[in-house]
Each structure stands twice: as C-alpha cells, then as structure tokens.
C-alpha cells in the first residue's frame, strides 16, 4: 500500500472491534488512523440495499466530514437457510445494544425450527475508500465460506465471530488468534485487493 504510505485516514465507524481489526491490518503500512468516533463524526443512516452502498455512504461522510482520506467497511453474516439474513442488518439484529450473544441466540432458534437445516453461511464485507478532493470511491470486496456451530465458542473477534469456522478449519473465529483469522477473514479479502490497488501509486 505504498500510495497511502505515511497518510492519515479516518477508519469510518463507530464499532471498536472493527476499528482494531482495520488498524491491525494497516499497521505493516505505517498509516496514521483516528476513527469516526474519535473525530466525534456521526454515524449516517445506513440505508443502502447492499454491503457496497453502505460502506460508500459511511467512507463518504467520513471523508467530507474529517476532510482526510476514509475508510469504511460495511459487513456481515449471510445464512443460506435464512435466505442471506440477517446480511446487511448484521449489526441491527444485535440491536441498539449491540448485544451479539442475543443475536446468536436469534439465529440458533431459527435454524433448529427449520428441520435439516444447512448451516452453510458466509461472512462478506465491503471495503471503500473515500477522498476529500472528488475523486471517485472505490470499493474491494471479499468473502469467507464457512458453517455454524452453536454453542459460541470463543472470545476473539466481535459480532458473530464464535458460530462462524471457515471451511478447512476447526476452531471458530471467536477462537482463532487474531493474526491466523485476519489471514483469512472476510475484511483480510478485501484488503488484499486494497492493498494490490494502492500499490500501483506506488
């Protein structure tokens, strides 16, 4: 990421385990972060349709807010059996609260009233970076297949970490050290591609 090398950008959210795991991931790049919160920048309504139309709309407020650089990220937990949910609403199925052990809950009493249901699932994010001057957002994506477990397990991570197992492991993310899950985690996907895209600047 050699174009942004030295920059500062406002990490767009509010959501404290997000905000480490991105700086985690930006730490080798020596980019300075403050979050949308530290800056005291309020969170938007998130009212796209789309992982990508959200994480646009918080990178561009951001962006015009701090007048730095943003980066946001909008993800979640797709469920084949619930039809992709809760999907964008990941975060608003924990509530104001932001209580994941409910949500989880939530989502292990459908699954057992659905008889033979898949526990196929995947984690998704979309990543977008903003700019103060005008020029366009761009967004990188990626994804992480995997199954549920229930009970959690673990206590890494965030959000639905501790149901989630990739496919080709065994412990959950809620039980992965950080470093093993951010090379394979959805967020890692997406940056990978961020990271080959600032890189051509360099």
Same mark, same amino acid.
């Given at each position: /990421?050699?174009?942004?090398? =030295?920059?500062?950008?406002?990490?767009?959210?509010?959501? +404290?385990?997000?905000? !480490?795991?991105?700086?985690?991931? &930006?730490?080798?790049?020596?980019?300075?972060?403050?979050?949308? !919160?530290?800056?005291? %920048?309020?969170?938007? +309504?998130?009212?796209? *349709?789309?992982?990508?139309?959200?994480?646009? %709309?918080?990178?561009?407020?951001?962006?015009?807010?701090?007048?730095? /650089?943003?980066?946001?990220?909008?993800?979640?937990?797709?469920?084949?059996?619930? =039809?992709?949910?809760?999907?964008?609403?990941? *975060?608003?199925?924990?509530?104001?609260?932001?209580?994941?052990?409910?949500? /989880?809950? $939530?989502?292990?009493?459908?699954?057992?009233?659905?008889?033979?249901?898949?526990?196929?699932? $995947?984690?998704?994010?979309? &990543? *977008?970076?903003?700019?103060?001057?005008? $020029?366009?957002?761009?967004?990188?994506?990626?994804?992480?297949?995997? $199954?549920?477990?229930?009970?959690?397990?673990?206590?890494?991570?965030?959000?639905?970490?501790?149901?989630?197992?990739?496919?080709?492991?065994? %412990?959950?993310?809620?039980? /992965?050290?950080?470093?093993?899950?951010?090379?394979?985690?959805? !967020?890692?996907?997406?940056?990978?591609?961020?990271?080959?895209?600032?890189?051509?600047?360099?």
């Amino acid at each position: /990421m050699s174009g942004l090398r =030295g920059a500062t950008l406002v990490v767009a959210s509010h959501n +404290e385990g997000k905000v !480490r795991e991105i700086r985690d991931l &930006l730490a080798p790049f020596a980019v300075t972060t403050r979050s949308a !919160r530290e800056l005291g %920048l309020p969170e938007p +309504e998130e009212t796209g *349709a789309t992982f990508e139309a959200n994480a646009r %709309l918080k990178a561009d407020a951001a962006a015009a807010g701090a007048g730095v /650089m943003a980066l946001a990220d909008d993800s979640g937990l797709e469920i084949d059996a619930l =039809g992709g949910a809760p999907g964008i609403y990941s *975060a608003r199925w924990a509530g104001e609260a932001r209580d994941f052990g409910a949500a /989880m809950a $939530r989502i292990e009493r459908e699954l057992k009233a659905m008889p033979n249901a898949s526990r196929r699932a $995947r984690f998704v994010c979309a &990543l *977008a970076v903003a700019y103060p001057d005008g $020029r366009p957002t761009e967004i990188f994506e990626g994804t992480v297949e995997g $199954r549920l477990t229930f009970p959690p397990r673990g206590g890494n991570g965030f959000g639905y970490d501790p149901i989630f197992i990739a496919d080709g492991h065994t %412990l959950t993310f809620g039980e /992965m050290p950080p470093d093993a899950k951010h090379a394979i985690s959805h !967020r890692a996907h997406a940056f990978d591609k961020l990271v080959a895209r600032f890189a051509k600047d360099s």
